[in-house]
């Protein structure tokens, strides 16, 4: 369970930023990755030298596999769960460009500058599936990208092939697919942020009990569709900022609508599914915040911090710590 959003701000910048919501615990890490870098792939044994930097999340697991980052280009991209829906091949074919699904966000920040980039790999990118080393399962997944000129489109491999799907609205969740939430949206068509103060009925008169009534019927609920419905809502009508600032501010606030306390939610291996973290990105700056469940100060790096071509150590995630390079 995760969501996803980008939106452009009172600047013309793009923020792009997403929580991470799971039942395993995490230990998760920010790095910058250096361009030139070379990368081995062990999963299907074979390696790249990075063409871009990029900043992101991950778990280190004896290497770094990231859950969502941007590069030194604007491009932002995140991994969210796709139960019931995901499916990978188990091998590489021929004259195709095989990456595994838990190694894609890294090639896509590693090799695209933009959206375009992604959408012409598509005639021959095929996604493999490996069993991640946190949970030994193949995770089900499917990818929200994003550039810096705002364009957003999701990557989801399912029984029907590899689509590259626009994403007019800029927001992602779970399972169903995006189609179906897309057109979900047209459930909620007629909630409001405004409040009426009376409604004619024939003869009665009714007075609104509260502000807020125009939302009334808005889901409240943590499930993927509910999530959705609500960060689309909410992210339409919030009023942006007019300084950089104060934009992130607001978009750490707006994510609060979707974040899961500890205990809420319980996933059928018993353990409390909750946003271990949340993080927004500057897509024009390259200036990376977040927040985690232990500490909500917002925490920043830039992906400029970086001018060497080592990995540069950023800090855990629950307890950040100063830069240092390993």
């Known amino acids: ?35 030139n870098y070379k990368y ?48 990978f091949k188990d091998k590489k074919s021929p004259n195709k460009l095989s990456i595994t699904s838990i190694e894609l966000v890294n090639y896509l920040l590693s090799n695209c500058k933009d959206v375009r980039d992604i959408i012409s790999l598509a005639p021959i990118l095929e996604i493999i599936g490996v069993p991640d080393p946190v949970t030994n399962q193949i995770t089900p997944l499917h990818w929200i990208a994003t550039d ?15 689509q590259i799907l ?44 509260s502000k807020g009534t125009g939302s009334y019927g808005l889901p409240g609920d943590y499930t993927s569709p509910s999530r959705f419905v609500r960060i689309t809502f909410a992210k339409k009508f919030m009023k942006l900022p007019n300084t950089k600032e104060e934009t992130i501010i607001a978009c750490f606030n707006i994510m609060k609508l979707v974040t899961i306390p500890k205990g809420i939610v319980i996933a059928n291996n018993n353990n409390p599914e909750y946003t271990q973290y949340t993080n927004f990105m500057n897509l024009n700056t390259g200036s990376y915040y977040f927040t985690s469940y232990y500490n909500n100060e917002i925490k920043c790096a830039n992906i400029k911090d970086n001018q060497s071509k080592e990995v540069l150590f950023l800090g855990k995630i629950k307890s950040y710590s100063q830069p240092k390079h390993i």
């Open 40 to 87: 081995s792939g062990e999963y299907l044994n074979n390696s790249y030298y990075t063409k871009y930097a990029f900043i992101c999340t991950g778990q280190p697991t004896g290497r770094l596999l990231a859950a969502d980052g941007m590069n030194e280009k604007g491009l932002g991209v995140a991994a969210l769960y796709f139960p019931g829906y995901a499916y």
């Open 166 to 209: 626009n994403n007019p609205v800029g927001v992602l969740t779970n399972s169903p697919n995006f189609s179906w939430h897309y057109t979900n949206l047209r459930n909620y068509m007629m909630i409001s942020p405004e409040s009426p103060e009376s409604k004619e009925w024939g003869d009665l008169t009714l007075k609104a009990l």
């Open 148 to 162: 810096k000129t705002g364009k957003s489109i999701v990557i989801e491999s399912t029984k029907e092939g590899l």
């Open 1 to 35: 369970m995760c969501t996803a959003i980008s939106l452009i701000t009172k600047q013309n910048e793009v923020i792009f930023g997403r929580t991470m919501d799971f039942n395993y615990e995490f230990d998760l890490e920010a790095y910058i990755i250096p361009k």
